[in-house]
């Protein structure tokens, strides 16, 4: 899904809520690649997405969903989805933000 995200009191929308049904989502913001990850919440606790950068720090590479991690197939770098952290590469993550939930949209902020 691409997206012009329009901007309301420091927000930006990405999309409707119910538009995405199966996370990772891939969603493209100003050009550039995203996925929204839905994370483990606790029981009775509402449930958080965050959006993750799908750009490797390393070569540039996009990043791909495979089994539990984001993989990137230029040197396989790997990442786990939730925290955008790396899994095989000490201190290396995906830029990783919250997303909100207002009106039924998923939002970030514009800053």
């Given at each position: 899904?691409?997206?012009?995200?329009?901007?309301?009191?420091?927000?930006?929308?990405?999309?409707?809520?119910?538009?995405?049904?199966?996370?990772?989502?891939?969603?493209?913001?100003?050009?550039?690649?995203?996925?929204?990850?839905?994370?483990?919440c606790?029981?009775d606790?509402?449930?958080?997405?965050?959006?993750?950068?799908?750009?490797?720090?390393?070569?540039?590479?996009?990043?791909?969903?495979?089994?539990?991690?984001?993989?990137?197939?230029?040197?396989?770098?790997?990442?786990?989805?939730?925290?955008?952290?790396?899994?095989?590469?000490?201190?290396?993550?995906?830029?990783?933000?919250?997303?909100?939930?207002?009106?039924?949209?998923?939002?970030?902020?514009?800053?």
């Amino acid at each position: 899904m691409s997206n012009q995200l329009p901007e309301a009191n420091g927000f930006r929308i990405i999309g409707k809520v119910e538009d995405f049904t199966s996370f990772p989502a891939s969603v493209t913001i100003d050009r550039d690649p995203y996925f929204i990850i839905q994370t483990a919440c606790q029981e009775d606790a509402p449930q958080e997405y965050k959006l993750v950068s799908a750009i490797c720090p390393h070569a540039g590479g996009v990043v791909r969903p495979w089994e539990n991690e984001l993989i990137c197939p230029l040197h396989y770098w790997s990442f786990d989805p939730a925290t955008g952290q790396s899994t095989n590469v000490p201190g290396e993550q995906l830029d990783c933000q919250p997303i909100q939930i207002s009106d039924g949209q998923f939002i970030i902020s514009a800053s």
